[in-house]
C-alpha cells in the first residue's frame, strides 16, 4: 500500500526559509513521481514542484522558480521541498503525491496524482 508522510510545515516569518519533507512507504521511489501542491484559503490547490528520481528530472512552475528547490532521496524513499525568501501570500497547506511513473512521461501531469500526503500547514507571518 502506497503512503505519504509530510514532516515539516510550521509558522515562519516573511523572507524566511522552510524545509518540507514527503517520506513514501510501500513503493521504490525511482518508479514514482512525487509532486508538491498547495491550497491556499479560498483558492484551488496549484502545482509547485515535481520530481522523478528514476530519470533525475525535475520541474518548477515559473511562478516558483528561483524560490523552491525539489530533491530526493531513494535510499530513504525521500522527497524534500525547500522553501525559500518566503512570502506571506505563500501560506497555504502543502501536500505531497505520487503517481506511477512510466517511460519519459513528465511529472508535471498534475491530474495523475493520485496518492496523497496528510498535508501540512505552511504559515508566512511577522
Known amino acids: 500500500q502506497v503512503q505519504l508522510v509530510q514532516l515539516g510545515g510550521g509558522l515562519v516569518q516573511p523572507g524566511g526559509s522552510l524545509r518540507l519533507s514527503c517520506a513514501a512507504s510501500?513503493?521504490?521511489?525511482?518508479?514514482?513521481?512525487i509532486g508538491w501542491f498547495r491550497q491556499a484559503p479560498g483558492k484551488e490547490r496549484e502545482g509547485v514542484s515535481c520530481?522523478?528520481?528514476?530519470?533525475?528530472?525535475?520541474y518548477y512552475v515559473d511562478s516558483f522558480k528561483g524560490r523552491v528547490t525539489i530533491s530526493g532521496d531513494n535510499s530513504l524513499n525521500m522527497v524534500y521541498l525547500q522553501m525559500n525568501s518566503l512570502k506571506p501570500e505563500d501560506t497555504a497547506v502543502y501536500y505531497c503525491?505520487?503517481?506511477?511513473?512510466?517511460?519519459?512521461?513528465?511529472?508535471?501531469?498534475?491530474?495523475?496524482?493520485?496518492?496523497w500526503g496528510q498535508g501540512t500547514q505552511v504559515t508566512v507571518s511577522s
Open positions: 503525491a505520487t503517481f506511477p511513473r512510466f517511460g519519459s512521461e513528465p511529472c508535471y501531469k498534475w491530474s495523475k496524482y493520485n496518492t
Open positions: 510501500g513503493i521504490a521511489l525511482d518508479n514514482y513521481h
Open positions: 520530481i522523478s528520481t528514476g530519470v533525475g528530472d525535475t
